[in-house]
């Protein structure tokens, strides 16, 4: 199974600041055929489902705000939110689907 | 609009079964493949199955393997889970969500949930 590992756990920034989030797996999610990488990201609010934000490590999905974006290759990635809004308070999670599908554990992003 | 309703949770008693069911609307439910996903109270989201747009393909995450089934009825544009021998690590918050074509890669539609709660 492909672990996916997440960090920091939680992640405190101040309105208008970047927030970064971690994703790390347990081998590389990066198929040379296609020279794509199997990872996506999503947003969940509080007493909702998730909701998808990337796709390939980096396509937004259609209606996703240009403030986050996605980054990595092989087996370590990145969502940046470039400019943290109070609606953006929400846990992330990276996904794999190279292999079946794995998440990882989270990031809590919250206000400062 | 794409719309997932799930249904089938409640409060069951450990060593039971259960029957979850996912309806779709307002896409060719033949043409998706979907999933199982699972949120256990205050916890992160683990995946549990995907079935294939005919039902033909079939995957299970190895921690509910032999206990869980998955299967759809594409004239009723509904997915169904099946759950055996409840387990009180088996409460949580039942997903279903829609694949974004036919392969088993991310999910671009999910459903409010159904909750199941395992409890004697």
């Known amino acids: 199974d492909i672990v996916m590992t997440q960090s920091p756990e939680s992640l405190t920034v101040s309105l208008g600041e970047r927030a970064t989030i971690n994703c790390k797996s347990s081998?590389?999610?990066?198929?040379?055929?296609?020279?794509?990488?199997?990872l996506a990201w999503y947003q969940q609010k509080p007493g909702q489902p998730p909701k998808l934000l990337i796709y390939w490590a980096s396509t937004r999905e259609s209606g996703v705000p240009d403030r986050f974006s996605g980054s990595g290759s092989g087996t370590d990635f990145t969502l940046t939110i470039s400019s943290l809004q109070a609606e953006d308070v929400a846990v992330y999670y990276c996904?794999?689907?190279?292999?079946?599908?794995?998440f990882g554990g989270g990031t809590k992003v919250e206000i400062k | 609009q794409v719309q997932l309703v799930e249904s089938g949770g409640g409060v069951v008693q450990p060593g039971r079964s259960l029957r979850l069911s996912c309806v779709a609307s307002g896409f060719d439910f033949s043409n998706y493949g979907m999933h199982w996903v699972r949120q256990a109270p205050g916890k992160g989201l683990e995946w549990l199955a995907f079935i294939s747009y005919d039902a033909s393909i079939i995957y299970y995450a190895e921690s509910v393997k032999g206990r869980f089934t998955g299967s759809r009825d594409n004239s009723k544009n509904t997915m169904f889970l099946h759950v055996d021998s409840l387990r009180a690590e088996d409460t949580a918050l039942y997903y279903c969500?829609?694949?974004?074509?036919?392969?088993?890669?991310?999910?671009?539609?999910w459903g409010q949930g159904t909750l199941v709660t395992v409890s004697s």
């Open positions: 969500a829609r694949d974004q074509f036919r392969s088993s890669y991310w999910l671009d539609h």
């Open positions: 081998q590389s999610l990066l198929y040379t055929s296609n020279n794509k990488n199997y």
């Open positions: 996904q794999q689907y190279y292999n079946l599908l794995t």
